[in-house]
């Protein structure tokens, strides 16, 4: 593939996913919605719908899915362990800095991405990777914040039930009415464009008082992650597309999810928004880089 291919390509992947967030932001500015409610709904019934559609819709294999997940969280703990030291190397309390550089934004801009970038079959891949995420942050991030969070009823998120609810369905071969699967698909068809829209909006708080911290951690988040995404892909052999999403999946920007656990559990949190958006803004730079290393 030539240069130029290549750059229209990535064009062709990025603009649809930073255009919708762009139109949130630009919306968000004019406006100032109120999205909490609309957030509620994504992670309560949008999100979980997507998740169980692209699980229970087709066979699933979940033993072929088993390397990428295994690798997924050695990405996101290895990326944590590294920095917890950074944070006390800085003087910054590492319940701040640690979360945003261990959990990324495998939701709002890893599932889009990697549908454009390789096609509705890589849903499924895609999901498990958010999945992964997902759940080590709703359980050790938020153990980490809070020490009396209750690890036994983590199956009561919704979208932690919607995936085993999705694995067992594909597992046992439960037959599920087409009817009822299509509308499920329609539910979660919302959930993609809702979520960049809401990143865009939430933009709009970007803050630049802690710039220092919140440039280093934008570059250090996917610098890091690449390297270490290149390093699990050796050590466990992945090849091909699985190895391709891997690498992509350390590039990806700080969940926003941390800034809103940040506020809940007061752990810093306009620091936190400051490392979360900017370094939402410094995909524009890591994730084309990230894309043409592997297409």
């Not at 088993?66 to 703990?77: E, S």
């Not at 944590?80 to 309390?93: E, Q, Y």
């Not at 499924?124 to 009396?148: K, Q």
């Not at 995936?163 to 993609?192: C, E, F, Q």
Request: overall charge positive.
């Amino acid at each position: 593939m030539d240069e130029q291919s290549l750059s229209f390509r990535l064009l062709a992947i990025l603009f649809p996913i930073f255009g919708i967030v762009a139109a949130g932001y630009f919306y968000g500015r004019r406006h100032k919605p109120e999205m909490a409610v609309a957030n509620r709904l994504n992670m309560d019934v949008f999100v979980p719908a997507l998740v169980f559609a692209a699980m229970a819709g087709k066979a699933f294999d979940l033993t072929a899915y088993a390397p990428l997940a295994l690798g997924g969280l050695l990405v996101l703990a290895t990326c944590g362990l590294l920095a917890w030291p950074v944070a006390k190397l800085c003087g910054i309390p590492p319940k701040t800095l640690v979360p945003p550089m261990l959990f990324n934004n495998s939701g709002n801009i890893g599932l889009p991405l990697a549908v454009l970038a390789w096609g509705e079959q890589a849903l499924p891949a895609a999901v498990i990777l958010f999945m992964v995420e997902n759940t080590l942050h709703f359980s050790f991030g938020a153990r980490l914040l809070d020490p009396n969070t209750r690890l036994l009823t983590l199956w009561r998120i919704p979208v932690v039930f919607a995936a085993i609810a999705g694995l067992t369905v594909a597992i046992l071969k439960i037959p599920v009415w087409a009817p009822a699967l299509i509308a499920i698909r329609m539910l979660g068809d919302v959930s993609v464009p809702l979520l960049l829209f809401s990143l865009g909006v939430r933009m709009t708080d970007v803050s630049f008082g802690e710039w220092k911290l919140a440039v280093g951690s934008a570059l250090l988040r996917p610098l890091a992650g690449m390297a270490i995404a290149a390093g699990v892909i050796a050590l466990l052999g992945l090849q091909g597309r699985d190895a391709a999403m891997l690498f992509v999946f350390g590039a990806l920007p700080p969940a926003v999810l941390n800034f809103l656990f940040a506020e809940r559990y007061r752990q810093e949190p306009q620091r936190v928004a400051s490392i979360v958006l900017i370094g939402n803004l410094a995909a524009l730079l890591f994730l084309p880089l990230a894309l043409a290393r592997v297409l």
